[in-house]
């Protein structure tokens, strides 16, 4: 069984992420790089798929520029197969819809049948490549998925999306597009020999052209991107207690309007 995995690459979770010079876009001076936490379910659960079934082969692909081998790299020493790079400046600008038609292109030419990806990227945070490149493709997708299990034959897949109070079960004919929630899986830590290993895989390079694509502009436009306001210092209430307290209820009620 043939799986890819859409894989991109953000800031860590531990940045402290500026606006650059140009308002559009972040300062990515100094941040260091990770493979979207969701995708490491997505990565996870495909390595598993694989294992289970004893054969198969599980593809990283990711758009994005020179940097993003590096992920490429990660996902390959957890244990994919190969990887291909959506890599040209025709795709700086990408929106959520040319990400997709991105992906499905490259998706059609190796037919998988399955295609996993995270349920949201961890830095803009549409969570719509899926949803948009099952459209692009006419398969069946579901989202947000807590489990997954792929009949015998290969032919559905069965998956739980985790509801309040329950579990909503679907059955899916393949192939489709299914996004991955955090609790799919436990992602595993590569090991020394994965990442040794790594550097022989393959990652090929993809351009827009080799996929008979020319990007069109952005249907969706980063106009500006702004920083929260500084939060106001706290306040410490003095005094006696029950005098505090009725003072913090006071400030609650008229200046934060909170209750
Ligand atoms: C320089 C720059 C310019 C940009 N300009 C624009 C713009 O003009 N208009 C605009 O709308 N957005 C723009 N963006 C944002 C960019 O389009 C989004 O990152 C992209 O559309 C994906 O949205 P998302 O990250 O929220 O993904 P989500 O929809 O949250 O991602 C869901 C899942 O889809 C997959 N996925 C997402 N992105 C990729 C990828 N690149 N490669 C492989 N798999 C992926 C992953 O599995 C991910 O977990 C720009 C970004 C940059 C860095």
Not at 131 to 151: H, K, N, R, T
Request: charged share 25%; aromatic share 4%; net charge negative.
């Amino acid at each position: 069984m043939k799986i890819v995995v859409a894989i991109k690459q953000v800031p860590d979770t531990a940045t402290q992420v500026k606006i650059g010079g140009d308002p559009k876009a972040i300062d990515t001076a100094g941040i260091t790089w990770i493979v979207s936490p969701y995708d490491e379910f997505a990565i996870e659960e495909a390595l598993r798929l694989k294992e289970k079934r004893g054969q198969g082969e599980v593809i990283a692909v990711s758009l994005g520029p020179d940097r993003v081998k590096e992920a490429l790299r990660s996902a390959l020493a957890m244990g994919c197969d190969r990887a291909i790079h959506l890599n040209d400046p025709a795709w700086a600008n990408a929106d959520t819809l040319a990400t997709a038609q991105a992906l499905a292109a490259v998706i059609k030419q190796e037919q998988p049948a399955l295609v996993l990806c995270g349920r949201q990227a961890i830095d803009d945070d549409m969570g719509a490549v899926g949803a948009q490149l099952a459209e692009v493709l006419g398969w069946p997708c579901a989202s947000w998925i807590m489990e997954e299990a792929v009949d015998a034959d290969a032919k559905s897949v069965r998956v739980g999306r985790q509801v309040e109070g329950g579990l909503e079960v679907f059955d899916l004919p393949l192939p489709a597009v299914l996004s991955a929630q955090k609790g799919l899986n436990e992602p595993r830590y590569p090991t020394l020999k994965g990442i040794m290993g790594a550097k022989k895989k393959e990652i090929k390079d993809v351009k827009a052209g080799d996929l008979g694509l020319t990007p069109a502009a952005p249907q969706v436009a980063v106009k500006n991107l702004e920083a929260l306001p500084a939060r106001p210092p706290g306040r410490v209430i003095q005094g006696e207690i029950k005098d505090a307290v009725k003072e913090l209820v006071r400030a609650l009620r008229e200046d934060a309007k909170a209750i």
